[in-house]
């Protein structure tokens, strides 16, 4: 049985198991409580030394980084391929895979820390908070969640993560124009990978933000939402905690979105 350490809203963990799910693979779902700090456990961190969800574990194996852990689970399952049929589509989708492993995954847990996130680390007393951080092993992550948890929707790197959405959005709306799925015809390991993506902007109130200038974008997303792996890996495991720290954001987000992209 394949197991998956992942946590219940990671963005990353979602893309694994999404792949799963749309393969018809059976796995063990081990989730990580990341706000309490179970990534930096000494056991977990024998099995992924960056202290992040999500690692997969096939027998004696251990697979690191989750776009490589849903090409590892696309070759275990080759029958039930999410592999666009072409090389010039296949090429498109390692592109996109590419490009929301960096730079949309750190954007977007920029705009997360800033919103969901934050308000639960200022709840820690000051040496919780310096443990927390004392305990990161990448200097770009620590970096990143403490200009958020610091400054909010103010640190500086925020315009730059919307604009690095922006951007996103307006190049899935572009393939999408083209294509039903964002790398060719059929559903691929593209859309589960930018799926957690999307969804996130819907969770943080930002979605709205491209609904007149992204149509095809948002259709594609009630498309996806529609799928049974949409319910069963992103919706049913959602904890009555995590609702309430989504359903905690404001509309600030988006007003900072909105005024920023109109300036340009
Ligand atoms: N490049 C890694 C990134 C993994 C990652 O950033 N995971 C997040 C959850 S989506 C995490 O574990 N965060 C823990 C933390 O911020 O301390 C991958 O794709 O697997």
């Known amino acids: 049985m394949l197991i998956l350490y992942d946590g219940t809203t990671s963005v990353c963990g979602i893309k694994v198991r999404i792949t799963q799910s749309e393969k018809g693979l059976e796995f063990e779902s081990r989730n990580l409580d990341l706000r309490k700090g179970d990534q930096f456990e000494p056991d977990y ?7 992040v969800v999500p690692t997969l574990i096939d027998g004696d194996d251990i697979i690191l980084e989750s776009s490589v852990i849903m090409q590892y689970l696309e070759d275990l399952a080759p029958e039930e391929s999410l592999l666009p049929k072409t090389p010039k589509d296949r090429a498109r989708m390692r592109l996109w895979l590419k ?5 949309i995954h750190p954007a977007c847990g920029t705009l997360t820390h800033a919103t969901a996130f934050r308000p639960i680390f200022l709840n820690k007393s000051p040496e919780e908070q310096k443990a927390h951080f004392d305990r990161m092993p990448d200097p770009g992550r620590r970096a990143r969640q403490e200009a958020v948890y610091r400054d909010g929707l103010e640190a500086p790197i925020v315009e730059n993560a919307i604009r690095l959405f922006d951007k996103f959005i307006g190049d899935m709306e572009s393939a999408l124009n083209e294509n039903p799925f964002i790398a060719g015809p059929g559903y691929s390991l593209a859309d589960a990978a930018a799926t957690p993506y999307v969804n996130r902007l819907a969770a943080i109130k930002l979605l709205d933000v491209w609904a007149d200038s992204a149509p095809n974008v948002i259709d594609w997303y009630s498309r996806i939402q529609a799928r049974p792996s949409f319910k069963a890996m992103v919706t049913d495991y959602l904890k009555e905690g995590d609702i309430a720290q989504f359903a905690a954001i404001d509309d600030a987000g988006a007003e900072k979105a ?7």
């Open 99 to 103: 490009r929301i492993d960096d730079p």
């Open 258 to 264: 909105r005024t920023l992209l109109d300036e340009q």
């Open 45 to 51: 961190l024998k099995l992924n030394p960056n202290a």
